[in-house]
């Protein structure tokens, strides 16, 4: 078992034990937080994802965002595993897909719609000091990143997870990408030098 493996059960467990009630005060925590970063208080189009189970709630974020007049983005797992894109257009237009996602019903924009986002918000299951991201393992964000970078793109990049997920260090490989930040209901961490901008929420110390 590799060391990503083990780490990936240990933060699942814990997010499993988590009660309905303590998901849903961090869901209204985390919109909060986020929708107080200026990077997404200027954007026009961001990227983002309908959280299920346990992970950290997006479903205020998501309709607080199209409220403001932003475009969302949401992700369509392709059979190669690939993320295609759809707009969302509400709780109403979300369906059931495989591996127990939820996916927008609407028009499919391409693998490439991504690349219009001016922020885009990654699922994770830790994040360390260094930025470092470990996700569940698919590798669909892994292909997204890596279209981001080929294409010279530079949104920025954070991650929505509970407090307890902000760790020292998380098992990393040649691939892997650090974020700009990443969000909990504590408040706002950034990594790379990012310093936190005028008007934003305090949070968390950065490194």
Known sequence: MTDKTMARRELITARSLL???????????????ALGLPEL??????AAYVSVGREPGTRALLDALRARGVRVLLPVLRADD???WAVYE????????????????????????????EAVLLPGLAVDGRGMRLGRGGGSYDRVLGRLEAAGATPALAVLLYDHEVVERVPEEPHDRPVRAVVT?????????Y????GEPEG????
Do not use: I, Q, W
């Open 90 to 117: 509400g709780p109403g237009h979300l369906v059931p897909a495989k591996r127990g996602l939820l996916e927008p019903d609407g028009k499919r924009l391409g693998v490439d719609a991504v690349l219009d986002a």
């Open 204 to 207: 968390l110390e950065r490194p």
């Open 195 to 198: 310093p936190e901008a005028p």
């Open 19 to 33: 009660s309905g009630e303590e998901a849903r005060e961090a869901e209204a925590a985390l919109a909060g937080r």
């Open 82 to 84: 690939d993320l295609d």
């Open 185 to 193: 209901p504590a408040g706002v961490r950034r990594f790379g030098g």
């Open 41 to 46: 208080v200027n954007a026009r189009t961001v």
